[in-house]
């Protein structure tokens, strides 16, 4: 059974998918949860409490994804291509997912503001959504290492430092070529990219 904190964001988040976060009000928020207002201000403490919750809970469930992603046993390539796919297809149906990704926050969203003192709410989960949510070059920074320590648990055998660079450089190249399909989708999708770019040759190979 969901906690009281876990049914309001879901609250809020169904409530933002026919209203702009100006129209969300507490009040239906909690009565949505079935809670009381006092216990959504105990959890949040304020509008921008929750916003800032919602947004840092969709920045972990989709880092939780790529985790999930990246566990199903494929060679690095297939790894990277679900990934990417997964990231587009995600960011297609999760307006604030999209908006952490790109940094675009239109007005229907919870753009956050900082926390006047962060680290200061009662509890512990608020504080952490209260030190604010991570910009796309976290996030990509995120996936990246994540992408290269998922590979490199596969790998058999050590690598050279400069193919260890080189693993991380695909990483990342992978997962922003996703975010470029997110801001501009073209074609019939982002796999056949990302495949031909992280199985190129290494433009270093010919000299080993």
């Known amino acids: 059974m969901p906690t ?9 988040l169904a409530a933002l998918s026919g209203l702009p976060w100006s129209g969300v009000r507490m009040v239906d928020v909690a009565s949505a949860a079935g809670v009381s207002r006092q216990t959504l201000y105990n959890e949040f403490g304020s509008k921008d409490g929750l916003a800032r919750a919602l947004v840092r ?6 880092l939780h994804g790529v985790e999930r992603v990246l566990a199903h046993r494929a060679d690095p390539a ?3 291509v679900s990934v990417a796919e997964w990231t587009v297809g995600e960011a297609r149906t999760r307006p604030l997912l999209r908006a952490l990704l790109t940094g675009c926050w ?28 991570p910009g796309p070059a976290d996030l990509l920074a995120a996936v990246r290492d994540r992408s290269l320590a998922a590979l490199e648990q596969a790998r058999t055998g050590a690598r050279t430092r400069e193919e260890s660079q080189e693993l991380a450089q695909r990483c990342e190249l992978a997962v922003r070529l996703a975010l470029s399909w997110v801001v501009a989708p073209a074609g019939d999708g982002v796999a056949a990219l990302v495949r031909s770019a992280v199985s ?3 433009p270093t190979a010919g000299g080993r």
């Not at 009281?4 to 809020?12: N, Y």
């Open 4 to 12: 009281a904190r876990e049914a309001l964001l879901s609250a809020a």
């Open 57 to 62: 809970r969709e920045a972990d469930a989709y």
């Open 106 to 133: 239109g007005d229907r969203l919870p753009a956050p503001r900082p926390a006047h003192r962060a680290g200061a709410a009662a509890v512990p989960a608020q504080r952490r959504a209260d030190a604010g949510p």
């Open 200 to 202: 190129a040759p290494s």
């Open 78 to 80: 297939d790894r990277l």
